[in-house]
């Protein structure tokens, strides 16, 4: 019974029928408890199965909220040459073409030039037309790349030694929520202290 009340708090059940003070559960009650249950076994946290229940009740696309939609890996985006340099606004040099394929970032397939992340793409389309030169974004990018392997071999090892493959495989969403959460407020700690210094230095 508290473990109901405690689902029943959290929107996870919606309340018994009541007959003076003996509550009534039926197999609606049942079901949900199963499907909340099964999801807490495949890795999401109570906070993520409100919102699919909510968006299952409110009509909104479950697929979508769970990221069903999209792929395993990131889509590749196929350009001509000429595209990519109008994405970047002519910074499409051969030092930087060379620092893409290094990367890994770039890969050329016949007349034409593959990016292999639409989202990385994406973003480093943002960055160069809000002024930040494309060397800058991947001299950058390098240094990532060595922090995001360092973080996916914590995980990996952390979580392999206690399940196995496919276990690690199904938690991996937790992984990338742990990353995205310690990565926001790593940023709100960094733009205080940077917004604190150029005030101190505005007022001196």
């Not at 689902?7 to 919606?14: A, D, G, Q, S, V």
């Not at 968006?55 to 196929?78: H, I, M």
Request: charged share 30%; aromatic share 4%.
């Amino acid at each position: 019974m508290r473990t109901l009340r405690f689902y029943r708090e959290r929107k996870l059940l919606p309340p018994p029928r009541r007959e003076g003070r003996i509550a009534w559960y039926d197999d609606h009650h049942l079901a949900r408890l199963r499907t909340v249950i099964g999801l807490l076994e495949r890795g999401h946290t109570l906070s993520t199965i409100v919102d699919l229940t909510e968006a299952f009740e409110s009509g909104r696309d479950v697929g979508e909220l769970l990221g069903l939609d999209r792929p395993a890996e990131e889509d590749p985006v196929r350009l001509a040459p000429e595209e990519l340099a109008d994405h970047f606004e002519g910074q499409v040099t051969p030092a930087n073409l060379a620092a893409a394929l290094d990367l890994g970032y770039i890969r050329i397939d016949g007349d034409a030039l593959v990016h292999v992340s639409r989202r990385l793409l994406d973003v480093s389309v943002s960055l160069v037309r809000e002024g930040v030169p494309l060397a800058a974004v991947l001299e950058s990018a390098t240094r990532v790349r060595r922090h995001a392997e360092a973080l996916a071999d914590i995980f990996a090892t952390t979580v392999r030694a206690h399940v196995t493959d496919a276990d690690a495989e199904r938690l991996r969403p937790l992984a990338e929520r742990v990353v995205e959460a310690e990565f926001s407020m790593a940023l709100d700690r960094r733009l205080r202290t940077a917004g604190g210094e150029g005030a101190g230095r505005g007022d001196s």
